[in-house]
């Protein structure tokens, strides 16, 4: 057997992370369970007052959801197994959003105000830039930039189906994005190994696996996050985030940034449960404030596992 078809050994795979995630039987475990399902009512579309009448209408639909206490506008779908909200014409429409719980927290990170001109430097297929438009009402300009042009349609479909007014899309590589406007903030939602989706099946097939693993990604992530870092105006914010829980991919791109350029590393409050970004990391030491950063584990939030960090450039 070739090592294309050797099956996927996953316990092998995360044991790596057994000594820095919480309750590691209990990540491992939840693995085997399905994406749980979340969807954002689109308030660009939806006033506050006819969210009800939509939640009635998703429930006759065969959408039973609940509210997310802890996340504005996010919405949990109960009978989870049972729905494709893709095929639901309140998504088609653009009255919801499908996107998982977690994808929320870069944007609470940066927490974009009406006004600001914001950069999206992987912003394809939009669920961020999209979230950004909601927030501020339609009312920041946000520059929606992605390096594959076949994402890019993606991108501006749903877009158009949110009828998000704000954001005009650009097509750069990230690392090489012209300088010439300053921006108030820039989110660098990087291209990464998507460790955090990772499921299994009760065989421990590969279910879902995002991304193309471990590779170079952290050469180009911190190529990104430096970019990123000289794009944003003085006193300017940087979100750089991932959805995998690699931290060569995480906290090693954060502490090359700190060690390259004289940005702080901000602390901030999740809504979601977390763990403290890590200062170490197989023997190799990191900036003590990379404990600032979080990590969202999926057995904790019940969500996509997350990574996010919070800086400011003081040049
Ligand atoms: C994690 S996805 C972004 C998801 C998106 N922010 C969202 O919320 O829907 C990463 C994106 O980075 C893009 N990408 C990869 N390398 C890039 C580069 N060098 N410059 C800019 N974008 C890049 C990929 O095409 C992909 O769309």
Not at 101 to 112: E, M, T
Not at 125 to 147: H, Q, S, Y
């Amino acid at each position: 057997m070739g090592p294309q078809t050797r099956p996927f050994n996953y316990l092998e795979y995360f044991s790596v992370y057994q000594n820095i995630i919480p309750n590691f039987e209990e990540f491992i475990s939840h693995l085997k369970t399905p994406h749980q399902q979340y969807f954002r009512v689109n308030n660009l579309k939806v006033p506050p007052a006819q969210v009800p009448d939509l939640l009635s209408i998703l429930e006759k639909k065969g959408v039973i959801a609940e509210r997310v206490i802890e996340v504005e506008g996010f919405y949990r779908v109960i009978n989870n197994e049972e729905v494709s909200l893709g095929n639901i014409e309140e998504y088609g429409l653009g009255l919801i959003h499908s996107m998982t719980l977690s994808s929320a927290l870069p944007v609470i990170a940066l927490n974009p105000q009406p006004g600001e001109l914001i950069l999206d430097l992987c912003s394809a297929p939009g669920g961020k830039t999209a979230l950004m438009a909601m927030v501020t009402e339609d009312r920041a300009l946000i520059v929606a930039n992605d390096k594959r042009i076949d994402r890019l349609t993606a991108l501006s479909a749903n877009l158009k189906r949110l009828g998000v007014a704000s954001a005009i899309i650009t097509h750069y590589r990230g690392e090489q994005f012209p300088f010439g406007i300053e921006f108030d903030k820039v989110l660098v939602d990087a291209p990464c190994s998507g460790e955090g989706r990772y499921r299994v099946g009760l065989e421990g097939e590969l279910l879902y696996q995002k991304g193309s693993g471990r590779s170079n990604l952290p050469s180009i992530q911190k190529g990104l996050l430096v970019r990123a870092y000289d794009l944003v105006k003085n006193g300017g914010y940087i979100v750089y985030s991932t959805c995998t829980i690699n931290p060569e991919e995480n906290e090693a791109v954060v502490d090359y940034l700190l060690r390259k350029r004289a940005g702080v590393i901000l602390d901030w409050t999740p809504p979601l449960p977390y763990q403290e970004g890590l200062t170490e990391w197989q023997g190799k030491p990191f900036h003590p404030d990379l404990q600032k950063t979080k990590r969202f584990y999926s057995h904790q939030t019940k969500a996509v596992g997350f990574y996010v960090a919070l800086i400011q450039k003081l040049n």
